[in-house]
Each structure stands twice: as C-alpha cells, then as structure tokens.
T-cell receptor, first 116, second 118 residues
Framework: DTGVSQNPRHKITKRGQNVTFRCDPI?????LYWYRQTLGQGPEFLTY????????KSRLLSDRFSAERPKGSFSTLEIQRTEQGDSAMYLC??????????????FGPGTRLTVL | AQKVTQAQTEISVVEKEDVTLDCVYE???????LFWYKQPPSGELVFLIR??????QNEISGRYSWNFQKSTSSFNFTITASQVVDSAVYFC???????????????FGTGTRLTIIP
C-alpha cells in the first residue's frame, strides 16, 4: 500500500493556460475527493466520486474546472484558462466505503499550483 | 450549512509545556463526525482522531488528548509535554449526516499554527 499519490507535486503556469492534475488513490478505495487549500486556510471540498460516478460538485468548482475518474481508478482535475485566483494546493483523498459508519479519508501530498 | 471555527490563528509555547487547541463547530445534523488533522511543513494532512457525535467519551493517546463537549459544540485538543516535532498546523474538521449515505466530505476550520520553541 503506497498511499495516495498526486502528480505533479508542483506546477507553475501562465494565466490563461490549461493544467491537469492526476490523483492515484489507495488501491481498492472506491471513494475519491478533491479539495483546494489556499494560503492560510483550511482545505475546501471541491468534488467527490464514488467509483466512476461524480456525485457532488461544490459551487467552488466553476465551469473552468472539470474532474473525471474513468474506470473508477485514478482521477484527473483539469483547470481551463487558469486565473491567478486558482493558485492553491489541490489535495486528493480516498476512502474505502464499505462500512455503514464513517470511513476515514487518506490524503495525498497535494499539487501546488502557481499561476503567474 | 456546517461551520468549524478555530479562533487561535497561531500559538507558540516553550518545549515541554502543555497546549490546548480550541475547536467550535456548527451543524444541524443529529449525526456527525469530528476530526483533527496535522499538517507538517511537508504539507501532507495526517489524520489524528475521529469522534462520532453519539460518543462523548474523551480520549487519550500518548501525549494527545481530546475533549468533546456537545453542550458547548466544542472539540478541543491538548498536547501535554510538547515537543519540537509537534510544530505544525492543526486542523479541526466536521463531516455531517451525508457521511451515513456515502458522502464523507469534510468541512475544515482555518487551522492553528503551533510552534514549539526549544
């Protein structure tokens, strides 16, 4: 079990460019979450997948953002036409949703995006 | 709507002192879950503890202890005999009733930056 991995760890881009991040959850975890953390703040929920289905999107996820989880394995988060306000740490978490009560989320190291 | 408030932005204590991090939450859900996470300078969130709303027993794990009080909607975290390695940002978080139906999304506070001075 190698934990949740995210790539790239750092991304610097110019305003207006598109960027894509990848998250590989812990093997067999069927639930996957994306969060965004800006400087000095706590992480904020963006979206959630159960297997390949995207079941909830936060109002923070504007139409420039799109997330996918083909085949219920890894997930990608794409930001189109980046803006300086998109600069943040993007965190991915996964959980094994097999119990009726809460299932812990395990977080990846994050991808730090800087938009110049 | 759910909300988590961590009023202490930064705390500094001398090594070996005890320190308490405060957390106050708001939710209308009758079932909910409370958490503490640690975020060291490396950035990765490390899970510390989860408490269920129907279990108000306090918990101790080594130098860490947690005080959950539903009457005041608080879930405070105490580190005894602090060490330099405890320096990090600590987040309190809440997950509501949706968790019982599969959506375990977390609502985080703004965090408390703890610095232990050697």
């Amino acid at each position: 079990d190698t934990g949740v991995s995210q790539n790239p760890r750092h991304k610097i881009t110019k305003r207006g460019q598109n960027v894509t991040f990848r998250c590989d959850p812990i093997s067999e975890h069927n639930r996957l979450y994306w969060y965004r953390q800006t400087l000095g703040q706590g992480p904020e929920f963006l979206t959630y997948f159960q297997n390949e289905a995207q079941l909830e999107k936060s109002r923070l996820l504007s139409d420039r953002f799109s997330a996918e989880r083909p085949k219920g394995s890894f997930s990608t988060l794409e930001i189109q036409r980046t803006e300086q306000g998109d600069s943040a740490m993007y965190l991915c978490a996964s959980s094994l949703g097999h119990r009726p009560l809460y299932n812990e989320q395990f977080f990846g190291p994050g991808t730090r995006l800087t938009v110049l | 709507a759910q909300k988590v408030t961590q009023a202490q932005t930064e705390i500094s204590v001398v090594e070996k002192e005890d320190v308490t991090l405060d957390c106050v939450y708001e939710t209308r859900d009758t079932t909910y879950y409370l958490f503490w996470y640690k975020q060291p300078p490396s950035g990765e969130l490390v899970f510390l503890i989860r408490r269920n709303s129907f279990d108000e027993q306090n918990e101790i794990s080594g130098r860490y202890s947690w005080n959950f009080q539903k009457s005041t909607s608080s879930f405070n975290f105490t580190i005894t005999a602090s060490q330099v390695v405890d320096s990090a940002v600590y987040f309190c978080a809440l997950s509501g009733m949706e968790a019982n139906f599969g959506n375990e999304k977390l609502t985080f506070g703004t965090g408390t930056r703890l610095t232990i001075i050697p």
